[in-house]
Structures are given as structure tokens and as C-alpha cells.
Nanobody
């Protein structure tokens, strides 16, 4: 059974940091590019960051470069998103996604709320 389980979300003050994790199971994690997306209330889901299978290439939406860092551990089947200098506009549900040529899988999401 394929599972992607996000964790690490919560309430944080502006300027704070959070580290999200996504634990994968039920498929060959190391063969999948991994992505983080987010969806704010009333908005479309948007790409945040991506990382290739070996972790040697990462990409970010331009507006988040320098504040967010994606990483993966293929030995532990996890992908993480380190978020710093958080702003209220970063409030959203954050999802991880696994992508291969033939398949893709989504996690259920974790809520991040940035508020004082």
C-alpha cells in the first residue's frame, strides 16, 4: 500500500522556522522525484520545491529561494522541507508528491499556520 505521510506542521510566529517531513512507503522511493506543494485557502495548489531521485538537483519557486530548503534521505525514505523566515502568506496545507514516468502519489497534507 502506497503511503506518503507528512508531519511537522503547526502554528509558528512570523520569522520562525519549521521542518516538514514526508515519510514514504509502499513504493521504491529512490526511483521517484519528490516535490513539495502547498495550497492556501481559496487558492490553487502550487509547487514549492522539487528534488531529483539522487538528491543532486533541487529547484524552487523563485519567491521562496533562500528561505526554503528541500532534502531527501533515500535510506530512510523521507523527504524534508526546511522553512525559515516564515511569513503569514506561507500559511497553507503542505503536500508532498512522488513522481515517476508512469505514476505519481500525493500525501494527505500538513497544515502550516504562520501567525502572531
Amino acid at each position: 500500500q502506497v503511503q506518503l505521510v507528512e508531519s511537522g506542521g503547526g502554528l509558528v510566529q512570523p520569522g520562525g522556522s519549521l521542518r516538514l517531513s514526508c515519510a514514504a512507503s509502499g513504493f521504491r522511493f529512490s526511483l521517484y522525484d519528490m516535490y513539495w506543494y502547498r495550497q492556501a485557502p481559496g487558492k490553487d495548489r502550487e509547487l514549492v520545491a522539487g528534488i531529483t531521485t539522487a538528491g543532486d538537483t533541487t529547484n524552487y519557486v523563485d519567491s521562496l529561494k533562500g528561505r526554503f530548503t528541500i532534502s531527501r534521505d533515500n535510506a530512510k525514505n523521507t523527504v524534508s522541507l526546511q522553512m525559515s523566515s516564515l511569513k503569514p502568506e506561507d500559511t497553507a496545507v503542505y503536500y508532498c508528491k512522488a513522481v515517476s514516468l508512469l505514476r505519481h502519489y500525493w500525501g494527505q497534507g500538513t497544515q502550516v499556520t504562520v501567525s502572531s
